[in-house]
């Protein structure tokens, strides 16, 4: 495995995820912007992974248990973040019969969820050597 073009895989799909949720989010199509928000960071952290472990990525969507797969260490408040992004995976896909998550996700609270992501994004990207 040649872990700078993994690594490098990682970060162009994440950067093409998060062109995808900005196009989402223009559409009015929030659940599946705060998803593909979510896939952003995922292979954010994945690239991270790959870069300090040699290792492949682990096959998983939890955020949290990939960010205890890097090196980085993350306050409770950034636990109780990569959590609640980590739901964006399955209540897009996976909708409860009252649509409560679509319900939920306004322009603004899709506005501030994609802050948010966007922030972590930045935070995972000065510890990616590229």
Known sequence: MDDKKVTQYWLATADDDWKVAGHLFEKGDYTYALFFGHLYLEKLLKALIVQNTKLPAPISHSLL??????????????????????????????????????????????????????????????????
């Open 65 to 130: 248990y990939l960010s205890q797969k890097t090196s980085l260490f993350l306050s409770s408040d950034q636990e109780t973040l990569m959590d609640r992004i980590t739901g964006y995976n399955l209540a897009a896909r996976y909708p409860d019969q009252q649509f409560r998550f679509k319900k939920t996700c306004t322009q603004e609270f899709c506005l501030r969820e994609l802050d948010h992501i966007e922030g972590v994004a930045q935070w995972l990207k000065k510890e990616i050597k590229q």
